[in-house]
């Protein structure tokens, strides 16, 4: 009985990491991963490693690509063309101040095959740049 309430535990992926944005750099793949037939939850929370004595805060967009809109025309587009070609975009809101945002995810459902999603954000007003942030994926 503990193996079939672990299960859900066992099947899935979590990554903490960090990322740096660059001057250039308004978009970064967090991480790619195959899901099945079924449906499966994602969930993403991050925070600065650098914060300020702020307490505003900074939005940007998860985007979620699945592997055929993955391609040069999707690497080579401005930032808000690589949204638009997103399969679903959430908002997070980072606060400056470094505590961890809200936990903000969703529902993948596959119906058909298996599928390869990717996971970007995207910082289209460059509020980002220059800065690390760390991020919490499961």
């Known amino acids: 009985m503990l193996f079939l309430y672990l299960l859900p535990l066992i099947s899935s992926k979590v990554l903490y990491s960090s990322i740096s944005f660059t001057n250039s750099g308004f978009w970064q793949e967090i991480s790619s991963f195959g899901s099945d037939i079924g449906v499966g939850n994602f969930s993403i929370a991050s925070r600065l490693l650098n914060p300020v004595n702020d307490e505003s805060q900074i939005k940007v967009s998860v985007a979620l690509y699945v592997a055929s809109k993955w391609n040069e025309e999707l690497l080579n587009a401005p930032c808000d063309k690589r949204l638009n070609l997103a399969s679903s975009v959430y908002e997070i809101s980072i606060p400056r101040n470094g505590k961890w945002s809200k936990r903000t ?26 800065k690390s942030l760390e991020l919490y994926f499961s």
């Open 105 to 130: 995810g969703g529902r993948l459902i596959q119906k058909t095959a298996p599928q390869v999603w990717y996971f970007a954000l995207a910082d289209c007003s460059n509020s980002l740049k220059d």
